[in-house]
């Protein structure tokens, strides 16, 4: 997959995107870290976004939501990590309003904080 890494943890998979955004693109990323997910039996990722210094627009957002819980269903857990001057949780909202299980923020402790609490339930 193209300018994308990933590494399993523990409790996760680690996943570190560089491209820029496009549409298509992200579209392939769900589709490809759902992939891994499954090959390697886990059920929670982490998607590290902050190299891509990309800000997606609210509406492609909204898209990518509904392409995400159409791909991964809702048994999924989705940590994405960015930087803060990008999060407007929007993305997280239309996610969890729809039975989604992410969390978004620019603190990657946040994350690994969330991830194990919502592994305690």
């Given amino acids: 997959m193209r300018d994308v890494t990933y590494r399993k943890c ?4 680690l996943f570190k995107c ?22 390697k039996h886990m ?3 982490i998607i590290d976004l902050r190299d891509t210094k990309s800000d997606v627009p609210t509406f492609d957002k909204f898209e990518l939501a509904g392409f995400m819980l159409q791909t991964w269903g809702r048994n999924y857990r989705l940590g994405i990590l960015n930087d803060k001057s990008l999060i407007n949780k929007f993305f997280e909202t239309v996610m969890v309003n729809r039975g989604g299980i992410v969390f978004v923020s620019g603190d990657f402790g946040e994350i690994k904080k969330w991830i194990n609490k919502i592994n305690k339930r």
């Fill in 43 to 45: 059920d929670t990722a």
């Fill in 10 to 13: 523990r409790d996760y998979v």
């Fill in 18 to 39: 560089t491209a820029e955004y496009e549409m298509e693109l992200y579209k392939s990323y769900i589709v490809f870290v759902k992939t891994i997910l499954d090959e």
